[in-house]
T-cell receptor
């Protein structure tokens, strides 16, 4: 398997623009997680899905952030409008229920909002 | 509730000497515990995991960890450090509730001196 795939790998945008991050989980995995990593706050769980359904979005910073999972092989994290404080590395991870819950991480998207 | 504490934010060792990265956990149930490594500008890679089988867990790249219930510890060790081991290491406990959420430690940055 190719592992978790994220795109783009790098994104530079201006404040106020819409940003869309994409994730393809490992085939057959039924859990998908979105994380944000910054120097100040470390790794934060933003939202996670089970069988394409959002289970816990309590980590989503504010209404500017939204996430969808229209099918088992694709998820998006959208920021609209973006702000400089959203600059971070965003990771997607997937796991398989009934196993040990091991999460496999994608390479991340490095976002810079100017 | 589950929690995890990494006792050192930075560790420096000389190449060829042993590595010890310390992690204590708190869990009301038998936990699943993980160590991940993150090299600069990379994603998180699974090093090893404990899931109530053998208490001494062997991982990739010569790392191993021992689960000690009496000490609530899961320290990561390697007999001989290599320059390529320089990275940030995260200890993780998996939330026991079927949700498969992770609780991350704050990370230990390992520096390997030539």
């Amino acid at each position: 398997d190719a592992g978790v795939i994220q795109s783009p790998r790098h994104e530079v945008t201006e404040m106020g623009q819409e940003v869309t991050l994409r994730c393809k989980p490992i085939s057959g995995h039924d859990y998908l997680f979105w994380y944000r990593q910054t120097m100040m706050r470390g790794l934060e769980l933003l939202i996670y899905f089970n069988n394409n359904v959002p289970i816990d979005d309590s980590g989503m910073p504010e209404d500017r952030f939204s996430a969808k999972m229209p099918n088992a092989s694709f998820s998006t994290l959208k920021i609209q409008p973006s702000e400089p404080r959203d600059s971070a590395v965003y990771f997607c991870a997937s796991s398989l229920s009934g196993s040990t819950g091991t999460q496999y991480f994608g390479p991340g998207t490095r976002l810079l909002v100017l | 509730a589950q929690s995890v504490t990494q006792l050192d934010s930075h560790v420096s060792v000389s190449e060829g000497t042993p590595v010890l990265l310390r992690c204590n956990y708190s869990s009301s149930y038998s936990p699943s515990l993980f160590w991940y490594v993150q090299h600069p500008n990379k994603g998180l890679q699974l090093l090893l995991k404990y899931t109530s089988a053998a208490t001494l867990v062997k991982g990739i790249n010569g790392f191993e960890a021992e689960f000690k219930k009496s000490e609530t510890s899961f320290h990561l060790t390697k007999p001989s450090a290599h320059m390529s081991d320089a990275a940030e290491y995260f200890c993780v406990v998996s939330v026991v509730s079927g949700t498969y959420k992770y609780i991350f430690g704050t990370g230990t940055r390992l520096k390997v001196l030539a």
